[in-house]
């Protein structure tokens, strides 16, 4: 690395710390920012920056969103007794583009995982449990079906259930260990008409 100027060293360092992306692959990033003109280099910081100034949580689902409410919450189309909880926005964006779900969501922003020292505290639970005590009929957990979703899944269904509230899970169509955003559209829309009651 010491081939490099500073400034390109940082970059590499900055770049290298996204998900998914080795030092060989932060070179090439760095080398292909470099290539790229002053405007497109402007445009691609200010995306990042304004994206993290303005973007925050939708206060009812906790879904990423830039205004106050995110598009669905705000809708008086969509069903709010019905609340779907998925992991992350990636799950609702998948679920969304299916077009056939018309109630809402809430994003809990992880599972519960034991093994990586992630409890229920860590993730958007108690929000939910807050949401709850307004007129709800059905919370759906569509968790992705691998270990730390299905304890997610089990743990939000002890603590509805009392409630009176019914509690369903998404149907197995969803491949084992398989992530949500992954599945085509269709496999999506059969898992969610199949659920069944936990
Ligand atoms: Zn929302």
New binding site residues.
Partial sequence: MEFYSSHITNLVEQLSRLPGIGVKSAQRLAFYILNMTEDQTIALAEAITSAKKNVHY?K??Y?Y?DGE??P??SSPQRNHKQIMVVENPRDLAAYEKTGKYDG??HVLHGAISPMAGIGPQDIKLAELMTRLQGDISEVIVATNKNLEGDTTATYISKLVKPLGIRVSRIASGVPAGGDLEYIDEVTLYRALEGRTDM
Avoid: K, R, S
């Fill in positions: 939708c009812e689902c879904t969103t409410l995110c669905v919450c809402v969501y």
